[in-house]
């Protein structure tokens, strides 16, 4: 029998090359219908044993490569060597290789919402932070920078988010490096630490079919970053390039000039404001900004050393910011080998990144004080110019000499005023406010093809992210922003360790009609939180607490998190038309009870129509796929509270001490008390249920493709900051499991090759997104007649807020009065509805009235090219979203002030107003908006330098133009708060490119 079946069976062998004719490692090659097959060695060379003889097909993929079929013959007891096999490069979107939660696969198989940009599509010009490549690229993504300062923080909304009280941020993976969302002390933004030039494709997983597999913290989406590597076979290459930028503000604060202000105050004014008057004309927001300069320059070298790819890579940031004495120098690096060892056996990828920040921080409170402050007032006090009190050389010397309002009592005692604003170049200028920020990540995987099954490899993956913060700020004695304090002298730092180990064994192979991939793993993930607090000293050295107390060293504080998780997903792919995808998570957080794990399944079916028999013919049908999917996701991070369900105790700090004793010099002695924390033994995460259908299509040759989005998200026990009844020792509310909120929304994308020829081409891409968010719980029993959690703090009075969450109403919903209007169209100070038919206007006649989330979020842009030129832009859009002009609000003639008179928003001239009205809704605009957020024309110039080199030109502008119905100064504000964010700059970019 032995010697029967040796005569019906041969060998297969063959070399597998690429495009260039040189061989491709780790290509699978197999024989359809069948488990037989393998890889190929690090030559390209593969043989396969025990081949049925007869007629077979040969299959050859490669992720990133078109897939290759060959008919063969196989002869009983012989070789049958198979020759002119060759793949080349994708060149149809459907076979694009796309990144995945622990993995790729080729775009047509995908049965998630799964969204990837590349580099070619990043946002283009002076990019500073990673997001921002991405900023109106990608549907159901909503991204929103703080403001224009240099490494500015970002919000990051993935379908409207899916918490309150805990982060809404998304995860972030950084080649397989899920990283830290705590912020770093000394850093305002912890990914500006990344270079953006060594990111190759940023991948956004929305639905719960993609990100499940990342289990308790993917609720608020998943982000992947790949950075750029080595290619097996390339030859070495050098790539320099330099951007050279300058940034203006594009508008100023609209309010008075000086000599509007005079007359303001000589009309309105008592006798002792208008006596406050100076007589220069000092435009406080120009004397506090700046052209601001930044360079960007960039190395990267490429090859093979014998068969190991590599790329080395180096980086220098310097950016001005707009605000004086603001500035970012980062230094960065990166180091990529992407071996293929044992015969294509063994896939070996080692990725270290590492950066220094040097930051100079201005003091951000010079912005909106040189809103308020009086413009009849010169910087420096100069003889009796801006010295309406008449005040000593030696007073006056008390602020450094910039001028500050001052207070006289009736004994002629002449202090700082503390109610006035302060100086706004004194502020910058009175500060010295540095850190120094480092950060390294890196990691080694290791993808191995075990030789005694076909189809099983095992990956380990080992992990870590280091960030160091550290920094000081100083102010001196003479300064007026902290004069009674005696200035300010103190340093900050921190410590941030990440360190992983994920482990995942994977199968392949054919089970009945379709292929299977089987995926299980193990993940474990720590993260250390170290940070120095140090004593607070005076700018003399003496430290800001009576000098008898005991204690003058630093505290030290350790926060741990540990997660825990197991992990499967299962592929099933029948004819390359009916897809099923299943993934199970079980997790684990040292947040949490011990007894407490998460289980978070998913499942998801798709159909490729296009695989029809009767579509296969249809030349107009290029693609064409339904997708369901459903499933469950977590959300553990609460920031800074690591142990909510532990009873812990807090010291206290060094102004709340009991004296126990006296020294040994006979000095009393004081000591700090340990105080009980509010704690929930029964907390855990919250738990988001998504429903997602969605549509594929492609048509005329794949020239106009996109994708259909329909979700709904249930989020269900949320992390909820809410009162409590006080307790002795305890604070009077906490963090529970309370309250439910919905988000409901459709995403379009479509993508538009109008023109595809030899030398010109023109494309065009669009995306939106409608969201809708609702709470449907938010205590244990909500009735109908609840207010809701007010929140959304707002500058003006004391504790007031703008804003609540109500059941029935969208999160961040602003709670006002309804304005009454006079005949002339102009609010009639103090005169509202009486909703409730009281007879008096009270805090029960505020209503909820807009919000401040957009009800659509819009991308879109075009790339034309003609030979060499380029030509590309970007716009985003927000529409329905409103915002609280709190600038605006605060404009009103005070008659109460003494001593100094604020300066106001020229809204005053038409309002009116004598005393504050912060909460009428004549103060909520409508902040839609229309951005161009790049415009580039660039040209290559090829091989002009010598043959085999590439130069080439560009000229970038960002933030073009901005329309807009909102009177503020920009309507793309975090929170729906106006209260004078840092201008977002214009920014004109010329930039230079070298390949070697």
Do not use: C
Request: no cysteine.
């Amino acid at each position: 029998m032995s010697s029967a079946y040796a005569q019906g069976i041969g060998t297969v062998s063959g070399r597998v090359l690429d495009e260039k004719g040189e061989g491709m490692p780790g290509v699978t090659v197999i024989i359809e219908g069948t488990n037989l097959g393998g890889s190929t060695n690090s030559d390209g060379s593969f043989s396969i044993q025990n081949v049925p003889s007869g007629p077979h097909t040969l299959i050859m993929s490669f992720v990133g490569y078109t897939t290759q079929r060959q008919s063969i013959s196989v002869t009983a007891g012989q070789n049958t060597a198979v020759s002119s096999l060759t793949l080349s490069e994708n060149t149809t979107l459907l076979n694009e290789a796309v990144v995945i939660g622990y993995g790729t696969q080729r775009r047509q198989d995908l049965t998630g919402a799964v969204e990837q940009i590349s580099e070619k599509q990043f946002v283009k010009g002076q990019v500073t932070n990673p997001e921002q490549l991405v900023q109106g690229k990608v549907a159901g993504v909503q991204i929103t920078t703080g403001g224009g300062a240099p490494g500015t923080s970002s919000q990051i909304l993935i379908r409207g988010g899916s918490s309150l009280s805990a982060s809404n941020s998304p995860l972030i993976i950084i080649d397989g490096v899920p990283v830290d969302n705590n912020g770093l002390a000394g850093a305002t933004n912890p990914l500006s630490l990344i270079n953006p030039n060594d990111i190759e494709s940023i991948t956004v997983l929305k639905d719960a079919s993609s990100t499940a597999i990342y289990g308790v913290r993917a609720s608020n989406g998943v982000i992947l970053v790949t950075t750029k590597k080595g290619v097996q076979g390339e030859a070495f290459h050098v790539n320099v390039s330099t951007q050279q930028s300058i940034a203006n503000v594009v508008k100023y604060s609209d309010i008075l000039s000086a000599d509007e202000f005079r007359e303001l105050v000589n009309t309105r004014g008592t006798a002792g404001q208008k006596a406050t008057l100076g007589t220069a004309s000092t435009d406080w927001q120009r004397e506090i900004y700046r052209s601001a300069y930044t360079s960007d320059n960039n190395v990267s070298i490429s090859g093979n050393a014998g068969k190991v790819p590599y790329r080395v890579s180096g980086g220098f940031l310097s950016q001005e910011g707009l605000l004086k004495a603001n500035d970012l120098k980062r230094f960065s690096g990166a180091l990529s080998l992407t071996p293929v060892l044992l015969n294509g056996n063994l896939r070996v990828s080692v990725n270290v990144k590492g950066s220094w920040i040097d930051n100079n921080f201005s003091n951000q409170g010079a912005v909106g004080n040189a809103v308020t402050f009086d413009p009849t007032q010169p910087i420096q006090v100069n003889g009796t110019e801006g010295n309406p009190f008449g005040l000593t050389p030696a007073q006056l010397g008390a602020y450094g000499g910039y001028t500050e309002f001052n207070n006289r009592d009736e004994n002629g005692v002449v202090s700082l005023n503390t109610l006035s604003p302060r100086n706004p170049l004194g502020l910058i200028n009175q500060r010295r406010d540095r850190s120094t920020v480092k950060r390294s990540i890196g990691n080694i995987q290791l993808d191995y093809k075990l030789p005694f099954l076909t189809g099983l490899s095992a990956n380990l993956n080992l992990g870590y992210d280091i960030q160091r913060g550290r920094g000081t700020t100083f102010v001196p004695a003479t300064a007026g922003s902290d004069f009674n304090r005696q200035g300010v002298n103190n340093n900050y730092s921190q410590d941030l360790d990440n360190t992983l180990l994920e482990a995942y064994a994977k199968y392949e192979r054919t089970i009945g009609p379709g292929r299977a991939e089987l995926l299980a793993g193990y993940s474990y993930q720590k993260f250390d939180n170290r940070s120095y607090v140090f004593n607070d000293f005076r700018a003399d050295g003496s430290i800001f607490a009576p000098v008898s107390l005991s204690y003058s060293g630093e505290d030290t504080y350790l926060n741990t998190n540990v997660l825990l998780g197991f992990f499967g997903r299962l592929n099933y792919n029948i004819s390359d038309k009916y897809l099923f995808t299943g993934t199970f998570r079980a997790d684990g957080t040292s947040r949490f009870n011990p007894d407490h794990f998460g289980f978070f399944p998913s499942g998801a079916f798709a159909w490729r129509i296009k695989g029809e028999d009767f579509l296969k013919d249809a030349t107009a049908i290029s693609d064409l796929k339904i997708r369901l999917g459903y499933g469950q996701t977590g959300q553990q991070d609460l920031g800074g509270n690591f142990y909510p369900f532990l009873a812990n105790l807090s010291l206290s700090n060094l102004t709340a001490q009991y004296q126990v004793g006296y020294n040994a010099d006979g000095t009393p002695r004081f000591l700090r008390t340990l105080r009980p924390d509010q704690y929930n033994g029964d907390i855990t995460w919250e738990t988001t249920t998504t429903y997602n259908a969605g549509l594929d299509y492609g048509f005329f040759g794949g020239r106009f493709f996109g994708s259909v989005d329909f979700y709904k998200r249930d989020t269900e026990d949320l992390l909820n900051f809410r009162p409590v009844a006080a307790l002795a020792g305890l604070s009077n509310g906490g963090t529970f499991n309370t309250g439910s909120l919905t988000n409901k929304g459709v995403e379009l994308i479509a993508n538009v090759d109008v023109v595809k020829g030899d030398r010109l081409n023109i494309t065009v891409n669009a995306n939106a997104t409608y969201n809708r968010n609702r709470l449907t719980k938010l205590t244990g029993s909500d009735s109908p007649n609840d207010i809701g959690q007010l929140t959304g703090g707002i500058s003006g009075g004391v504790g007031n807020t703008i804003q609540v969450n109500t059941v029935g109403y969208s999160t961040q919903t602003f709670y006002v009065n309804q304005q009454v209007y006079g005949q002339n169209g102009k609010p009639l100070e103090g005169v509202y509805v009486d909703r409730d038919g009281s007879g008096t206007i009270t805090s029960s006649d505020r209503y909820r009235y807009k919000s401040a989330r957009p009800d659509y979020v819009l991308g879109g842009g075009a790339n034309i090219s003609y030979g060499g030129a380029n030509l590309a832009f970007t716009l985003r859009s927000n529409l329905g979203n409103y915002v609280y002009n709190n600038n605006r609000a605060s404009s009103f003639y005070d008659l109460s002030t003494s001593g100094f008179v604020p300066n106001r928003n020229r809204e005053v001239l038409n309002s009116g107003f004598s005393s504050a009205q912060y909460f009428s809704d004549y103060f909520v605009e409508n902040g839609s908006f229309l951005r161009m957020e790049n415009v580039t024309l660039g040209y290559n110039f090829g091989e002009m330098v010598r043959k085999g080199t590439n130069l080439s030109l560009s000229f970038a502008v960002q933030n073009v133009f901005l329309l807009t119905k909102y009177k503020g100064l920009d309507p793309e504000v975090i929170g729906g708060i106006d209260n004078t964010i840092y201008p977002r700059p214009r920014t004109f970019t010329v930039g230079l490119n070298l390949g070697i």
